[in-house]
């Protein structure tokens, strides 16, 4: 095992075990402010994307971590009766469907860059209601999420869609959430 590897495999790690405090939350308040529809999304997206990355013997361990954490968070939400259905989830399931098509007409890179780009769009909805109304405490958990993504981008071993897209994009967006939870409040 080389530095990559140790790398990616730690930055797989940290972005599993950052779902803790997330299924703790939930046992602990019944899941107040969590969603069953985004989770199962956003675990349907990150299988798609480990798995295209598989196929490519690219970077997937934060995204497999993140697959992981969204089922968990899934189920548990679902297990707990938090089961809603909106537009906005409607909306981001025709995007899985598109990221299918993608996959299905282009590749696992097709599918690869679709989803990637798919989940951060699905983030955007967070990152506004953070920006809205900033909370410190959730800075701590994106800064590890900036931690997490970074040392994945880093673990990559080429410059290549499979090894550094998804944790790249995903760092990035970390940072925007990050700012977000830290920024003044408007009094």
Known sequence: MDLHD???LTGGLLALALFVPMIVGVVRDGGAGQSFATWILWAVLDTILSTSIILQHGNYFIVLGFAI?????AGLLLWRRRVTWGRFESGVLVLVIACLAAWRFSGALGATMASTLVICVA???GLVALWRNPNRKLA?????YVVANGLAFCGGTEWSVAE???PGAFAVFA???LL???????S
């Open 6 to 8: 140790i790398l990616k």
């Open 69 to 73: 954490g969204g089922w968990l968070m």
């Open 123 to 125: 983030g955007i909805p």
């Open 140 to 144: 701590r958990i994106w800064a590890w």
């Open 164 to 166: 550094r897209f998804a």
């Open 175 to 177: 940072v925007l959430m």
């Open 180 to 186: 977000a939870a830290r920024r003044k409040a408007r």
